[in-house]
């Protein structure tokens, strides 16, 4: 059932996402939440595992596009008898979870098919399913589903639904499913004559919201879809940002390196503030900050390096033996065992998140002052331990260099905080421990062999998570150290003009095989070139980058430069999140990399 990941187009309502691939199929939906149990899993199965498709019969050709600063998604379809339209779209403001589609008449006429195919729990469980007089009523356990239609189903072989219909020129069908808890009433159909108003709400939510980013540069369109797909991952009840709205789309088709992004990562926060506090959504970065330290609330040692999104802790790692995985890419897993790992850079992250907010007159409470002072009393005790590192390799623990940069990061955004402030710390101590873990870096991580900063201690393996040490002012980008790892990340990571996280086969993970080019750190690339007033290498590489997203603006996590395609779960926040600030960092003078990689 696989189709390419660029196929596809997201659509949201900020509790929920769904997938449609370019045929009208919806191939991935979890109901109600964005990491719950999908109803609709062929993206990574096959279709008994449950999807959804509106297409013309026969032959035909499609075009598709965003109505203009929206999620609302059009397919136009063309086929010899004539055009119609299908327009899809997660409806914004509803009580429950509500998918609407249209299919519109443009000329002509054109026959279409019908397939329904629902399966609660990833496609593990076959609902039992009645019709009802405006559709269907799909239950099974805690799930209930209900597919109002303006054509008549017939049931088909395998517990499938379906039917063939005609739409003229200037007629509209309606079709729209909403999900229901099954103990909460009857979950009777949403007023059908209400759904034009609703889906004209739905468009006016989305338009509003783009009309206030503050990007007037020459990748507006970029920019804006960026920003768009970034609000379409904020579960809007607690303003966490999911890392993308998919599980185990794979890293390398057909790999093993398949991992749940459906939850939110500490590490993406700083890059998360930045981009919504420049783009001018002070109201979210305000949210994601409070998310934030609600979030990590408690002791340090407690301190996951990812969370649910409502701020849960426990995320227990499962695979799906009976999902064969997108493009075989197996397994398929629900959960992430890494929020168990130790990543001693989360509480970098986590202090400069909230130091920015300060800087950018979101002031700070006592709850947020206390939280970064137990993290540096923490990172006194334990910053010379090894620890996981950024990527969470499932292998043994390390003296990663990016680790412990910082580490350095948390006691020096918190020294700048309290000088800021006035907030009570003993600076004394901190600044002698700042200076501590900058001697040690600078003594232990950078290769006098290799010239460069190297991914841990002792070793000889570059890694573009240390495109930070000049993207956070551990050191100036002149200084000869800096300039070397970014020339020895250029020669042996830059590879078909993008850039690898690490070369694989150099790491000990219990994990085989390659993976693609990371897109983020493409990103970095561009932004240390920038500091490194590098502008026309930066602005080039900005441009392929752009290059990469699917047509409708979608990137995702990696890129395969073998096979030109798309890899990793999709869309990612993190390369939405990164395009934003380095379109910044081009456009400003004093942009995103500029404010962090400086002191104040």
Not at 66 to 83: I, N, Q, S
Not at 299 to 307: D, E, F, K, R, W
Not at 420 to 436: F, H, N, T
Request: glycine share 8%; with cysteine; aromatic share 10%.
């Amino acid at each position: 059932m696989s189709k390419p990941i660029e196929d596809y187009a997201l659509l949201s309502d900020g509790e929920r996402a769904a997938l449609v691939s370019r045929d009208g199929s919806i191939d991935w939906l979890c109901l109600p939440r964005f990491d719950s149990p999908a109803c609709f899993a062929a993206l990574v199965g096959e279709s008994d595992h449950g999807y959804w498709r509106i297409r013309p019969e026969g032959e035909f050709r499609a075009s598709r596009r965003y109505v203009p600063d929206t999620l609302v998604l059009e397919t136009t379809f063309e086929t010899k008898g004539g055009r119609a339209r299908l327009v899809d779209s997660l409806v914004i403001g509803e009580d429950a979870p509500l998918l609407l589609r249209k299919v519109e008449g443009v000329a002509g006429e054109v026959a279409l098919e019908f397939d329904f195919v629902v399966r609660f729990d990833y496609g593990s469980i076959v609902p039992w399913v009645r019709k009802t007089e405006y559709g269907l009523r799909a239950i099974a356990g805690p799930d209930e589903i209900h597919l109002e239609t303006d054509v008549s189903l017939h049931r088909r072989q395998g517990m499938r639904h379906g039917a063939e219909f005609s739409v003229r020129e200037g007629e509209t069908l309606w079709f729209a499913l909403r999900w229901n808890a099954h103990f909460r009433g009857d979950g009777a159909s949403p007023d059908r004559a209400n759904h034009g108003e609703r889906l004209d709400r739905t468009v006016k939510y989305w338009r509003e919201y783009a009309d206030r980013a503050t990007y007037r540069g020459p990748y507006v369109e970029a920019v804006k879809r960026s920003i768009l797909t970034l609000k379409a991952l904020i579960y809007d009840p607690t303003g966490a940002i999911v890392a993308a709205p998919t599980t185990s789309l794979p890293e390398r088709i057909g790999g093993e390196r398949n991992w749940d992004y459906r939850y939110c990562w500490i590490r993406d926060s700083t890059f998360s503030l930045y981009a919504l506090l420049t783009a001018g959504y002070r109201d979210e970065a305000r949210r994601w900050r409070e998310w934030l330290i609600r979030a990590v609330a408690g002791t340090p040692s407690q301190v996951n390096i990812m969370y649910g999104i409502a701020g849960e802790r426990r995320l227990p790692e499962l695979e799906l033996e009976w999902l064969g995985g997108y493009e075989g890419s197996k397994p398929v897993r629900t959960g992430n065992a890494a929020y168990r790992q130790l990543q001693l850079d989360v509480f970098g992250e986590a202090i400069e998140t909230l130091h920015l907010a300060m800087k950018n007159g979101i002031p700070a409470d006592e709850d947020s002052w206390r939280v970064q002072s137990a993290f540096i009393d923490f990172l006194e005790k334990n910053w010379d331990q090894p620890d996981e590192g950024i990527w969470e390799v499932r292998g043994p623990r390390q003296h990663y260099a990016h680790s412990k940069i910082m580490a350095w990061v948390a006691v020096d955004r918190a020294i700048r905080s309290a000088e800021m402030s006035g907030l009570e710390a003993p600076l004394d101590r901190w600044r002698d421990l700042r200076e501590r873990i900058h001697a040690d870096v600078c003594r232990k991580g950078f290769n006098e062999k290799r010239g460069a900063f190297t991914q841990y201690y002792g070793s000889n393996v570059l890694d573009a998570s240390l495109l930070m040490a000049i993207g956070v002012g551990f050191l100036p980008p002149e200084d000869p150290r800096i300039v070397g790892t970014v020339k020895a990340i250029e020669e042996e990571l830059f590879q078909d003009g993008f850039v690898l996280r690490y070369k694989t086969e150099e790491v000990k993970d219990v994990l085989h095989g390659r993976e693609g080019c990371f897109l983020p750190c493409s990103f970095w690339l561009v932004d240390a070139w920038i500091l490194m007033d590098r502008r026309e290498e930066a602005e080039a590489l900005f441009r392929r980058l752009v290059g990469l997203a699917n047509d409708l603006g979608l990137l995702s996590e990696e890129y395969d430069p073998v096979r030109k395609r798309l890899v990793g779960n999709f869309p990612q926040a993190l390369s939405h999140i990164a395009l934003i600030n380095s379109a910044y960092n081009l456009e400003l003078r004093h942009g995103p990399a500029r404010d962090r990689s400086q002191k104040g």
